[in-house]
């Protein structure tokens, strides 16, 4: 069966364990205390003796106590800075069992000064500290991930070094009243940096522990100035004060683990009222696919509506499912995407396609932030496929509808401007005809060119409607050869030179080679740089220029057509090499159109395999970049194409300044 997010099994086997390792901790401490009592039973021991005895006794068990709530603090935030800080207080426990901290010296049942502190076992607690400060340390990770050996070293150093410093000369140094205050102040001062550390984690992290624990090692702070300002003292009462500020430093922890114990109880009952009305949102979910996954795809939790779809009984069914998933994930175009989005903002929305395309999902990716060192995700979607393609379908007959409808009305206007002319005409032959004109040849040969002109303007509409009706239905193909493609394209552009010197407009060609042999179709080539020529002498003022440059390297030539023109606007050049797209569509603009010849450009550059774009600035001009491949993988001989005047004047039949 799949993972839930929290295992209730696993949850009650860890609060038993807990559970048992706090009775045996009791039990034990509580036998130790017990054989104290009752082995002494008998013993005539002199006040001072007793006050000893208990002193040890309930400083040893509150030490144990701090430890073993430091433990359990450590238990539910799994922070590694809490255990270490736990072996501090471990050593501070071994220390008071064994006589080397709150140590009292009697001489005939009198107290005498005892300045003497254990370096040696002190020391390894202050590295404790400072290791636990330490933001990211390795050796605090090596710790933590060891942390039976950890406690038997501690318990281990601190037995041992405190036999070898009292039993070894080279120490003596250390039982001078100098170095006792020399000692405390440097305690006293890695105490308080210590301190202040937690504290700031604490309000940084939330913790409440971290406070709790800076309170307890800055009373050791004080523990240490007050052994400095009491080491001249040899009153009784001074080194009870200085056990009741040991006494209190255990409380501390004890205390706030506690109380830190009840407030993480309360937040967990509200969590988990919480989860409850997450599992009835989610599992009962009969909209949506629900389900939680780490990193390597494993499937921690799904949704009953997810596991019925998948048909997931068992964890063979969830690693099957991992598998497919991991497949799919492979073959997302947007996966970085997705990553990225997760990783700076921790969440994603979006839709994402099938393999095949058939099928189209919303879904929802966050992040769950856990204490693991994998990452968690939840993610819900839904099937929105049917919804999608009845929006695509309404959405592709409005368009359709609009398109065909501007056509239809572009198409008609353009028709009907050579009609009339061809109406209008006829009618002033008829007037002549009817006057009895005696040279009706003069007559006619004033009309002549008009006639001729409307001509090929409705013949080139005819041949784009029909040439585009081939685009739609795949049936345009080219003729393809080996042609010399720079001489095809000064040959087109020296044929429109008359055309636009009719608006005083200066054409120029440069190109940086001579000669590039390429596999193509030239009548179509003839016809794509016609067109572009066409529109760029239409909607250039007079006395501009327009620039037609070739560029030619060794794998592709670009062709760039430049005009000084009206140029066109941003939302307009992502749709003119669209099917029956003009940027004006008014009936009353100044240009001429039926808005089909970039897009039989756009085909043509297509069956060539190769790409045209458009950079423009409106005011400024257009340049339409063709680029073309190399499609001649070595030399070969290649033949010779003449332009076709009569192409020329029916490409440009539509500019009016022919007529002047």
Known sequence: MIKNVISDRILIEKERKLFEKIIFTIFLVSCIYIFNIFSRIGEEKSYLESTL????SFSSILSLLAFGSCLISYNRVKK????IIALMYLGLSVGIASGQIDFFSFYYEEYTLFSYTTVSTSIIRILLLIIAIIPESKINTYIANNKKISILFVISYTLVFNVVEKNISVFNFFYSTKFFIMYNCFLMAIYIITSVRLFLMG???????????????????????????????????????????????FLIVIAGSFIELYLYINRTKILNENLELFYDLTDNNKHSFMYICDEDGEILYGNKKFKEHYKIYSQDDAKRLKLYFSLSESRLCNKDEIMKSLNTKGIWRGIIKSIDGNMSIDCSIQVIETSGEKKEYAITYMDISQVINKELEIEKMKVYNKEKTEFMSNISHELRTPINIFYSTIQLLDISLQKHEKDFRKVYSRYRKTLHVNCKRMLRLINNVVDISKIETGILKGKFDYYNLIAIVEDVTLSVVNYAQLKSINIQFDTNDEEFISKCDPSMMERALLNLLSNAIKFTPESKNIYVNVYVNDDFVEINIKDEGIGISQSDKSAIFERFVQADKSLTRENEGSGIGLSIVKSIIDLHDGYISVESKVGEGSTFKIILPNRCDEYVNYKIYDINNYNTELELSDIYEVLV
């Open 53 to 56: 005895f208990f002193i040890r």
């Open 80 to 83: 590694d800075s809490i255990f």
């Open 203 to 249: 309000v940084k992290e939330k913790e409440y522990i971290f406070l709790v624990l800076s309170s307890s090692i800055f009373m050791l702070a004080i523990k240490a100035i007050y052994a400095i300002y009491a080491v001249d003292s040899t009153s009784f009462y001074v080194k009870l004060t200085s056990v009741s500020i040991t006494y209190v430093i």
